[in-house]
């Protein structure tokens, strides 16, 4: 889905390009700002998602880290959604598969309700995982087919540079690891809100919400996976901001530098506007 997120990119760009161009002469050659895109890019890698496929991904990761499962399991499981449904939370499928994993419930893995929680269906991936054989040293490939049963079963190695490279962004391997840059946050949420959704999905030590902003003391080594899962969230829940380490990101400008942005401590912006969330 990487790949082809980047070529609805391109294609969206050229479009976008060409309106841009008719109004420039309409405007008898007044410059206007581009229009700017809803996309995800992993930092130092050529890949890039939406932001529908970043909140996903961070989820399915977050769900690893509370399980305390190495990062070997998040990259299978990433591997695994981004063949089956494209990392999108899809109502439909072959069958009665429903989800990321396209997990049938008359095969056991619950509800369709149920699945359709990526927090659920993620953790249910994981249940299955653990009991597959030595899964830490087999291919990739072996793994998930072992626990899908799909009718092509090596259709999941082609996604596993991607898993990668997901699964480093969103565990915090890599520092400010994923930058996410789009219009106008979909959702607004308060930063109660907020905070409840990270000490749900992720290990941390202390939270705290004022009228605009929350801080999170992240559990140990942490920081940085918290810091992503904030970033990918920003589109659905109005984070502006967010801070740390010496690094802050804007939805407009994606990462640069902030001394004041401590080590010890995320801290996230909320839009400035009424919220539109719970």
């Known amino acids: 889905m990487v790949r ?71 990259e299978i499981a990433l591997a695994t959604a981004l063949q089956e449904s494209k990392l999108v939370n899809v109502e439909y499928g072959d069958m009665d598969s429903v989800g990321l994993f396209q997990q049938r419930p008359s095969q056991g893995w619950g509800s369709a309700g149920q699945i359709l929680d990526p927090r659920y269906a993620a953790g249910k991936f994981y249940d299955r995982l653990v009991t597959v054989p030595k899964w830490r040293q087999r291919p990739l490939s072996e793994v998930a087919q072992a626990i899908q049963h ?5 259709a999941y190695t082609r996604w596993e540079a991607e898993a990668v490279a997901l699964a480093k962004a969103f565990t915090g ?11 106008a946050p979909t959702v607004v949420a308060r930063p109660t809100r907020v905070a409840a959704l990270v000490g749900q999905d992720l290990p941390v030590t202390q939270l705290s919400a004022s009228a605009r902003a929350l801080e999170v003391r992240p559990a140990a080594g942490q920081g940085w996976a918290i810091a992503s899962w904030l970033v990918a969230h ?18 407009s400008d994606g990462w640069g530098d902030d001394a004041q942005a401590g080590s010890d401590r995320v801290r996230a912006e909320i839009a400035d506007v009424t919220p539109t969330g719970p």
């Open 173 to 183: 391997a890599s520092a400010a690891g994923v930058s996410c840059r789009f219009p």
């Open 4 to 74: 082809r997120t980047l070529t609805v990119l391109a294609v969206t760009g050229a479009v976008a390009g060409l309106v841009a161009y008719g109004v420039h002469v309409l405007f008898g050659g007044l410059d206007l700002p581009d229009a700017q895109e809803s996309r995800c890019d992993l930092v130092g890698t050529a890949y890039a998602v939406s932001t529908e496929q970043a909140a996903n991904a961070s989820t399915v990761t977050a769900v690893a880290l509370r399980r305390k499962l190495p990062r070997r399991a998040i």
């Open 150 to 154: 799909s009718a092509f079963p090596d």
């Open 234 to 251: 920003a589109d659905r829940l109005g984070i502006d901001t967010v801070g740390h380490a010496g690094r802050r990101w804007t939805r």
